[in-house]
């Protein structure tokens, strides 16, 4: 809706006006940021404890791997015993080969699977060292997280104060707004926020480039209010 162009709207209320719009506009976004940087700062501490519980989970599935693998072990020679024990009450030369074998391919095997556990037993060193490292970065980014909210909440607690102080001295401006075009002041910065107002730069208007005539620079200038044809935006000289 256009304005009333025969309505006197002084320029330095209207540039006061948009300046604390924008100074309104920019302590709400701070206000606003702060909340998902420190949800950011949360995600990236609960990605370290999964990394802990990961390496942590590692080792518990290696240390029972290789107690498996030992606990085989011991079977396996608790059985080669046994069958060294049925050498001497072999019934024939064919049974005291066949166990004869068995022993050999059971020592084989426990001498392979020796070598396993000594690997297991190394690769868990390794976890567990892996352990120590996520845990570390993970105490670090708790720390950094404590700070970073520490840091965000004494921002948001300034940028709270001067929003109010803010809002104050908007209401102050907004009453020397004349009673005929207040309610349409209201509509447009209700819904556009600080886009509802613009400088003339460059004999464009600083909202949407849109270039204006000379007759509707001059009444700015006079002191007339006056909007883009553009963008609605009430025009004042910066």
């Given at each position: 809706m256009a304005v009333d162009n025969k309505t006197q709207f002084d320029s330095t209320l209207l540039r006061r006006l948009h300046s604390l719009?924008?100074?309104?506009?920019?302590?709400?976004?701070?206000?606003?940021?702060?909340?998902?940087?420190?949800?950011?700062?949360?995600?990236?501490?609960?990605?370290?404890?999964?990394?802990?519980?990961?390496?942590?989970?590692?080792v518990k599935d290696a240390t029972m791997a290789c107690d498996d693998k030992q606990l085989q072990l011991k079977s396996r020679e608790d059985r080669i015993e046994e069958l060294k024990?049925?050498?001497?009450?072999?019934?024939?030369?064919?049974?005291?080969?066949?166990?004869?074998?068995?022993?050999?391919?059971?020592?084989q095997a426990n001498s392979v699977q020796s070598d396993e556990i000594l690997e297991g037993l190394e690769r868990i060193d390794q976890l567990h060292?892996?352990?120590?490292?996520?845990?570390?970065?993970?105490?670090?980014?708790?720390?950094?997280?404590?700070?970073?909210?520490?840091?965000?909440?004494?921002?948001?607690?300034?940028?709270?104060?001067?929003?109010?102080?803010?809002?104050?001295?908007?209401?102050?401006?907004?009453?020397?707004?004349?009673?005929?075009?207040?309610?349409?002041?209201?509509?447009?910065?209700?819904?556009?926020?600080?886009?509802?107002?613009?400088?003339?730069e460059d004999d464009s208007c600083g909202g949407?480039?849109?270039?204006?005539?000379?007759q509707m620079i001059d009444r700015v200038r006079l002191g007339f209010l006056t909007d883009c044809p553009a963008c609605s935006a009430w025009l004042y000289n910066s």
């Amino acid at each position: 809706m256009a304005v009333d162009n025969k309505t006197q709207f002084d320029s330095t209320l209207l540039r006061r006006l948009h300046s604390l719009h924008l100074q309104l506009g920019e302590m709400e976004s701070q206000l606003q940021r702060g909340p998902r940087q420190i949800k950011a700062g949360e995600a990236i501490v609960a990605q370290c404890e999964e990394a802990v519980e990961r390496a942590r989970q590692d080792v518990k599935d290696a240390t029972m791997a290789c107690d498996d693998k030992q606990l085989q072990l011991k079977s396996r020679e608790d059985r080669i015993e046994e069958l060294k024990a049925k050498l001497n009450s072999a019934s024939s030369n064919r049974e005291f080969d066949l166990l004869k074998e068995q022993i050999a391919a059971d020592k084989q095997a426990n001498s392979v699977q020796s070598d396993e556990i000594l690997e297991g037993l190394e690769r868990i060193d390794q976890l567990h060292e892996a352990v120590a490292v996520a845990e570390k970065e993970l105490d670090a980014k708790n720390s950094e997280h404590e700070k970073r909210v520490s840091d965000i909440e004494s921002r948001m607690k300034v940028a709270q104060s001067d929003l109010e102080q803010i809002r104050a001295e908007l209401e102050k401006s907004e009453s020397q707004i004349p009673a005929s075009v207040k309610s349409e002041y209201r509509r447009l910065t209700e819904s556009r926020g600080d886009e509802a107002l613009a400088p003339i730069e460059d004999d464009s208007c600083g909202g949407c480039n849109q270039t204006l005539t000379t007759q509707m620079i001059d009444r700015v200038r006079l002191g007339f209010l006056t909007d883009c044809p553009a963008c609605s935006a009430w025009l004042y000289n910066s």
